[in-house]
């Protein structure tokens, strides 16, 4: 079993900065892969962003690609998204998952665990 937590979500103005945190508990945290998804009220979940234990592959949503940053680090067991210049289209309640796979996914269904998720809302 992983536990999930995400923080750092919050209510920000449109051209703002977030940092999300997911901090993860339980198996070996670098050997799993890491995705960040999100979902708006009435939507499906969406891929956002996801990075291997090695942090030699990592994959971006064309949706946020140059805004948004994923990283990890393995000895904290925590994976970070950085967000930049947000847009109220980011609005969202955004998720952590950690897939038992060496490589990451960017479907919802290649994911084993989940965390709580952490509102991200933008004001324009």
């Known amino acids: 079993q992983v536990q999930l937590v995400e923080s750092g979500g919050g209510l920000v103005q449109t051209g703002d900065s977030l940092r999300l945190s997911c901090a993860a508990s339980?198996?070996?945290?670098?050997?799993?892969?890491m995705g960040w998804f999100r979902q708006a009220p009435g939507k499906e979940r969406e891929f956002v962003a996801a990075?291997?234990?090695?942090?030699?592959?990592?994959y971006y949503a064309d949706t946020v690609k140059g805004r948004f940053t994923i990283s990890r680090d393995n000895a904290k067991d925590t994976v970070y998204l950085q967000m930049n210049n947000l847009k109220p289209e980011d609005t969202a309640v955004y998720y952590c998952?950690?897939?038992?796979?060496?490589?990451?996914?960017?479907?919802?269904?290649?994911?084993?665990?989940w965390g709580q998720g952490t509102q991200v809302t933008v004001s324009s």
């Open positions: 998952a950690a897939r038992a796979a060496l490589q990451p996914g960017t479907q919802t269904y290649e994911y084993n665990y």
């Open positions: 339980g198996r070996t945290f670098s050997r799993y892969a």
């Open positions: 990075i291997n234990w090695s942090r030699g592959t990592i």
